[in-house]
């Protein structure tokens, strides 16, 4: 059964920095498409960061500049930094993973809080 298990979130101050990372078992990483999401609390789940097989990224607009989606297939894991947090970064931050065929996977979320 395939799992995605998230790590690293928590509470930081503006400005600061966190690295999420996703673990996954049972899942052939170096074949699927790898993402980011986060949802805020009354919002939907908006995505934050791409990665494809090939190691091309493409990131939300809010958060260009600031944030870097990276994986390593060997250890089965991605990976989000995230810089110069502020408080509109706070949510749940979620993994998901897209197989070939289309079938997606999701972890279970992280909480990331930015504030003072």
């Known amino acids: 059964q395939v799992r995605l298990v998230e790590s690293g979130g928590g509470l930081v101050q503006p400005g600061g920095s966190l690295r999420l990372s996703c673990a996954a078992s049972d899942l052939i990483f170096s074949i699927n498409r790898l993402e980011w999401y986060r949802q805020a609390p009354g919002k939907q789940r908006d995505l934050v960061a791409t990665?494809?097989?090939?190691?091309?990224?493409n990131y939300a607009g809010s958060v260009k500049g600031r944030f870097t989606i990276s994986r390593d297939n060997a250890k089965n894991t991605m990976y989000l930094q995230m810089n110069s947090l502020k408080p509109e970064d706070t949510a749940v931050y979620y993994c998901s993973a897209i197989s070939p065929t289309t079938l997606r996977y999701w972890g279970q979320g992280t909480q990331v809080t930015v504030s003072s």
């Open positions: 990665i494809s097989t090939g190691g091309y990224t």
